[in-house]
Structures are given as C-alpha cells and as structure tokens.
C-alpha cells in the first residue's frame, strides 16, 4: 500500500451506533488531519495531529471523537450521530505543520458516511 | 483571518479550449497558496503551490497559475483541456493556525467538466 489509506470507503450507520473511520499514511509522514467534505461547502479542517499529539481542535462536537497511536495511524470514533454528520470525511497526512505553511498534504478517498 | 472564494461552482468547457478556473482570497498576513483537484471516488492531489518567487507556477498535467498580490488572485489555467479533466478544484491558502501550526483554509470548489 502507498500514499494515505480509509476504510472503510462507505458507513451506513443509525445514530445509535458507534462506529469507527481509520486512516493510515505509508509516507513517514509526522502529521495527520481529519477534514469533513459537505456538499456546498468548503472542506472543514476537524483534528490536527503532530508527532501524535493533538494541536487543532476547531470547536468540534464531542460526538466526533479522534485517536492517534502513532504517527501512521489516524481513527475517528463516531457515537450517537446526526443526519446532518452525514458527509465524506478525508484523512490526509503531511510531513509537519510546524515545520511551515508550505507543506503538501496528501489526502486518502475519504469514507462516504451517512447516519439514518 | 483568511478566507478563500471560488466563484464559479461549475464551469463547462469543450475539449481542447482554454480555462481559467478563478481564486480570490483575503489574508492581512502573507500566505501560502494551493491548488488541489479531486477525481471522482478520490481525495484531493496537489496540482501546484505558490510560495515565493515568481508569480507564475507551473503544475502537473500543463496546469498553470498566476499570483497576483494587488488583486489577491490565483486563477489556475489551462490552455487546452482534456476530458479527463473532468474533476473538481480547490483552491486554498494556509497560514498560522494556533499553537504555532498552519492550517489550511479551502474554498467551496469548482467542478469542471469537459465536454466532448
């Protein structure tokens, strides 16, 4: 496997459920991100990891739950959900944000969730 | 705060004529400025970056924009389409985020189809 991995690709899920998306960069990558994709609009940055350790927040419901045990590996655990978390959510990884403004981040194909 | 505006949601172009695809940001800070295209059932790909230097930045797949800093633009272009084309693009700018991070800001997109 190369480049950033999800799966799974696709979640049906009821909002009782808990679920959960993983991610996994094969690039030696130091930081890892979760975004959402809504229809409409713009990609919404959601958690930032560097060297594991979490270091952006963007005021996120605590039903969205993120998990990095090491730099190659990202989750996302998913309780009690709405209709409206419905989404494609994308992990992406790049080398460090704290090494600029510059870096490249490289995105998997995202898992197409969608709560009944 | 930065913020990013794609104007146009879709653009149709027949094959083998020029696009432009247009990006208007705002920042009161310099900042660093992307774009990135995702195929259908993918993440997003960089296709170029502009960091400094010259205002113009070459890309992959013939891909080209312009920086220009008195009309906070970056029109990506391309003189001649394929139907592979076919996808949607995002432009972004990054800048400082809180605890010494970046963070990217994206726009709403533009999907571009190719017709034949």
């Known amino acids: 496997e190369t480049g950033v991995t999800q799966t799974p690709r696709h979640l049906v899920m009821g909002m009782t459920n808990k679920k959960s998306l993983k991610c996994e960069q094969h690039?030696?990558?130091?930081?890892m991100y979760w975004y959402k994709q809504s229809a409409k609009k713009p990609l919404e940055l959601m958690f930032v990891y560097s060297l594991e350790e979490r270091v952006e927040n963007n005021s996120v419901p605590s039903r969205f739950s993120p998990e990095c045990p090491n730099s190659s590996h990202l989750f996302l655990h998913l309780h009690t959900l709405q209709p409206e978390d419905s989404a494609l959510y994308l992990c992406?990884?790049?080398?460090?944000?704290?090494?600029?403004?510059?870096?490249?981040?490289?995105f998997g194909p995202g898992t197409r969730l969608t709560v009944l | 705060a930065q913020s990013v505006t794609q104007l146009d949601s879709q653009v149709p172009v027949f094959e083998e004529a020029p696009v432009e695809l247009r990006c208007n940001y705002s920042s009161s800070v310099s900042v660093y400025l992307f774009w990135y295209v995702q195929y259908p059932n993918q993440g997003l790909q960089l296709l170029l970056k502009y960091l400094s230097g010259s205002t113009l930045v070459k890309g992959i797949n013939g891909f080209e924009a312009e920086f220009n800093k008195s009309q906070t633009s970056f029109h990506l272009r391309k003189p001649s389409v394929h139907i592979s084309d076919t996808a949607e693009y995002f432009c972004?700018?990054?800048?400082?985020?809180?605890?010494?991070?970046?963070?990217?800001?994206f726009g709403t997109g533009t999907r571009l189809k190719v017709l034949a």
């Open positions: 690039l030696g990558h130091n930081a």
């Open positions: 992406a990884s790049s080398q460090d944000p704290r090494q600029g403004a510059a870096d490249t981040q490289y």
């Open positions: 972004a700018v990054s800048g400082s985020g809180t605890s010494g991070t970046y963070k990217y800001i």
